[in-house]
């Protein structure tokens, strides 16, 4: 397994953007599909978006489609989430998320091996 760790977390104003980063520990780190993932408070967890070990595919949920970006470096052991254009309604703690099955994360399924701690994004109006 992997250890995550998340950072670039913050306050912005609507419009605005952050870069989220996940640092792995863990030489198996280009073995996993990475995924990211949001709970805002009163709601169930959800699925952001999600990459393969490659980064040769891509998934996202529609409400972050083309404002969104996953994307990973290997070699740094580090997948990243630069959000453009957040809204208030992406208000949320947002986890990063790491399985050797990309499908598991896509489908936010419960068998998901490992979870970062979280990071607080808050946009306001």
């Known amino acids: 397994q992997v250890q995550l760790v998340e950072s670039g977390g913050g306050l912005v104003q609507a419009g605005g953007s952050l870069r989220l980063s996940c640092a792995a520990s863990g030489r198996t780190f280009s073995s996993y599909a990475m995924g990211w993932f949001r709970q805002a408070p009163g709601k169930e967890r959800e699925f952001v978006a999600a990459i393969t070990w490659s980064g040769g595919s891509t998934r996202y949920t529609d409400s972050v489609k083309g404002r969104f970006t996953i994307s990973r470096d290997n070699a740094k052991n580090t997948v990243y989430l630069q959000m453009n254009s957040l809204k208030p309604e992406d208000t949320a703690v947002y986890y990063c998320?790491?399985?050797?099955?990309?499908?598991?994360?896509?489908?936010?399924?419960?068998?998901?091996?490992?979870w970062g701690q979280g990071t607080q994004v808050t946009v306001s109006s």
């Open positions: 998320a790491a399985d050797t099955n990309f499908k598991y994360l896509v489908v936010a399924s419960t068998g998901i091996s490992c």
